[in-house]
């Protein structure tokens, strides 16, 4: 029982990260995990948030100071066998701020390469729509100065632009 209870407070963590899991119980005392991966009692001094966690009815968060520096915890509170408990899992808050860097610089980057994706095409069909329009106009052009043998393209298209050049044809 102890295994699966580290296993579920610990959620295959990678080694070295900043990430904890407790669990308070209403009579003040909390338990954590070693670093050999046992389940041990722990301060619960620390955790100035509990009892506010504890009377709460939903999820709760709440930043506080770890022995390792500030952190930000985000609790559950559990009814077990009649007895109230608060699941905390916290992180540092220097993790949670690198965190959100990296999901903001590679929101950045997939906001550039969208954009930039959006000017390439913008361009490309521009063009598309563009170009016959210029051959159009000088053919329109040779017309007006009275060379009826000019070539008129883009007849064969079925919009607007092969209107126009059946027009002139």
Known sequence: ADRALVD?????????SDERVNIIGSDGQALGVSEQGAIVAVDARPFTFASDALAASQSFQ???QRPDGPARAFTKPVNVYGYRYVIAESDSITALEAGSKHIALLMAGVGAVVMLAGVVASAFFLKRMLSPLGALAEATQAVSTGDL???????????????MSRALH
């Open 8 to 16: 579920v407070m610990t959620k295959a963590l990678p080694a070295g």
């Open 62 to 64: 709440a930043d506080f």
């Open 149 to 163: 043998g000019a070539t008129i393209r883009f007849q064969e298209r079925g919009d607007e632009i092969g209107v």
